[in-house]
């Protein structure tokens, strides 16, 4: 069962050829505390006699001294090597073993099962192929076993051995264990686990664990050992996405520039085009480089330096992509969030994220559930707790290459870092719908109808749209007195940004009263109404991921509140166009001054209305003494920054 060979006597050089060539295999056990999950490791490794005697020796005399199970040996002892683990008789770290057999290759990590330490076994099962999620037969299935059970699927385990331990005292018993299968099974449904196996076992003694066991003649499938060398993991590898995080940019000599990192996903070969993110520059592969020499090709988790036909400027925290199969850039999205950390998440508060190699600071700014793990119900929640599971919104200063993690492990995960301590207190999955929904009124505020009316979000994200439009959306609200030249400072910007290759919408305020919003009058509430209307639009076309721009009086400041609350603040720029009522009179070309001052217009704004200014705008624009190209290029100039991928 080891890994020995008679090839070792004959040909040394074609063992270590095999030995190499061999798949390795990552897998977990997990479950609820003193569910026998080192135990089940000792013993496997015990019974594949890959135990050396030394190890066996001084496992026997720690048997005599913290040994738990009355016996000689005991097998937990393999894994448990913390002296408070072996006190306790219980696991508090990972523990991970390596072994091989003369099929493949495995990396064991040994999982805690106490809840208190629910951060340590999502570390472990970050990197796994497989879990084996044990339960004890007497006890059947736990709360920690569905808190596994969801977090294996979370982490995007695909394949999951159920093994029910300490069937020697349940006598053995086949009612017992299809009890147990029903009620795993039954709880399992509502959890994305496609390859799951049911295993009895009794790991103390042995039985199914490396050999068929006597005892149970009922269980007709394969032992423990058989599973784990012939479960199929070739086709789990994402070779479909190329991602090439870059770690480290390596410059021997002036003539070798190579950029070093471990392809995350996908397929490389010389030849190939790439695209560096977030530059979008392109060039070609030259060459891959290893240490035994070049490769045709790179696989992951290869670490390779790859060289480029181009001199362009690629740094740490970049990633290199085809440019056909692009990730999402974005700077805001949601995802699900194991937290870690004693101090409970507050939304708001300022934390590191890291990505990749790319490490970048941002805010939790939402949490907008949280998972009970017994039921799998949703639940309302502002802050998530040590060991808690929820779905949280985050805003980043600087966009990150991303996928969904469902979609692309590598790059869909990430960790939480607090900045203060510098101690990872999260671990995210980026969700594959990440819907931006800003601060809106109440629907019962805005509607009369009194059908139920929710929300929907399709399938296509904002930051998706934006990726395929290369541009992040905003709404530039212009904002100043009738004449100030807000509608032709939009004017002049919407042909600017389409010249520069940017998608831009101009919603005009005269257009929109002769059609949308031709039922409404000029009064304070038929003017709010407007505004309302108005920033509504906006929203729907920045979700199409389109930069819009709103000329519009907006006299009122509380208004102009709102409309920001529906856009949502980070899509909303205001922009105040200060030109003094004089000027404004003097470019009147409509005569609506002159009809107002004479009484033929009511309410008009600067005359018979008020005008509050906007009392820190994002940008204040003096028409005065500039043109209307001076002002559109100082607008352009501080949009620019915002707008660009």
């Not at 939402?366 to 309302?380: A, F, G, K, M, S």
Request: with cysteine; charged share 25%; hydrophobic share 40%.
């Amino acid at each position: 069962m080891s890994h020995q060979s008679d090839l070792i006597a004959t040909d040394i050089e074609a063992y270590l050829a095999q030995h190499e060539r061999k798949d390795l295999l990552r897998f977990l056990t997990c479950g609820s505390v003193d569910d026998g999950k080192s135990t089940l490791i000792g013993r496997l490794l015990y019974d594949s006699k890959l135990i050396y005697e030394d190890q066996l020796e001084a496992m026997k005399k720690d048997s005599v001294r913290h040994g738990t199970t009355d016996t000689e040996f005991d097998p937990a002892l393999l894994t448990d090597g913390l002296k408070a683990e072996r006190e306790q008789g219980i696991t508090i770290d990972v523990a991970y073993r390596y072994f091989s057999t003369a099929k493949r290759k495995f990396i064991i990590a040994d999982t805690p099962g106490h809840e208190q330490y629910t951060r340590n076994m999502a570390t472990g099962a970050s990197t796994c192929d497989l879990a084996i999620i044990l339960i004890d037969a007497r006890a059947g299935v736990l709360t920690q076993t569905r808190r596994h059970s969801f977090i294996a699927s979370l982490l995007g385990i695909k394949h999951i051995i159920v093994a029910v331990n300490k069937m020697d005292l349940v006598d053995y018993s086949q009612e017992v264990f299809e009890r147990i299968v029903t009620d795993y099974t039954d709880f399992a449904a509502r959890l994305e686990l496609s390859d799951v196996h049911f295993l009895p076992i009794a790991a103390l003694h042995g039985d199914n664990v490396v050999h068929k066991s006597e005892h149970m003649p009922w269980y007709t499938g394969s032992p423990l050992m058989h599973l784990l060398e012939h479960v199929y993991i070739a086709s789990d590898a994402n070779l479909i996405d190329f991602r090439f995080p870059v770690q480290y940019v390596n410059r021997p000599n002036p003539d070798f520039r190579g950029f070093c990192g471990t392809v995350a996903s996908g397929v490389v070969r010389p030849g190939d085009e790439v695209m560096v993110f977030p530059s979008r520059k392109t060039s070609r592969v030259k060459a891959i480089h290893t240490f035994e020499g070049e490769l045709e090709q790179a696989l992951p988790p290869l670490a390779v330096t790859l060289t480029l036909e181009d001199e362009i400027d690629v740094s740490r925290g970049d990633m290199l992509v085809h440019p056909n199969n692009i990730p999402l850039i974005a700077t805001r999205f949601e995802a699900m969030l194991v937290w870690m950390a004693e101090e409970p998440l507050r939304p708001g508060r300022q934390y590191f994220l890291k990505q990749t190699t790319n490490t970048t600071p941002g805010v939790i700014t939402d949490v907008r559930y949280r998972i009970d793990v017994n039921t799998l119900h949703r639940e309302d929640a502002a802050q998530l707790a040590l060991n808690e599971i929820g779905r949280c919104a985050f805003a980043l200063e600087k966009p990150i290459a991303c996928d969904p993690y469902r979609k692309n492990r590598a790059s869909g995960a990430f960790v939480v870092i607090d900045r203060l301590t510098n101690n990872t207190v999260g671990a995210g999955m980026i969700i594959d719908r990440k819907p931006e929904p800003p601060a809106q009124p109440d629907v019962s505020e805005r509607t009369r109808s009194q059908a139920p009316i929710r929300a929907e979000t399709g399938l296509i994200a904002v930051a998706e749209r934006e990726t395929a439009l290369r541009q992040h959306a905003l709404t530039i609200w212009l904002t100043g007195l009738s004449g100030s030249g807000k509608s032709s400072l939009a004017e002049r910007l919407e042909r600017r940004l389409h010249t520069e290759g940017f998608h831009a919408c101009r919603l005009d305020g005269d257009n929109l009263r002769l059609g949308l919003n031709r039922d409404l009058a000029f009064s304070a509430a038929d003017r709010a109404e407007n505004i309302r209307r108005i920033a509504e639009v906006a929203r729907l076309f920045n979700q199409a991921g389109l930069i819009v721009l709103a000329p519009v009086i907006a006299p009122f400041h509380t208004d102009r509140q709102h409309a920001a609350e529906i856009i949502g603040a980070a899509r909303f720029f205001e922009v105040y166009v200060d030109t003094p009522l004089d000027v404004c009179e003097e470019r009147d070309v409509k005569g609506l001054y002159r009809k107002a001052r004479a009484g033929e217009i009511a309410d008009f704004t600067g005359i018979s209305a008020p005008y509050e200014p906007p009392p820190a705008p994002a940008l204040r624009l003096t028409t005065v003494g500039h043109t209307v190209e001076e002002s559109t290029d100082l607008l352009f100039r501080s949009i620019a920054a915002r707008i660009r991928l």
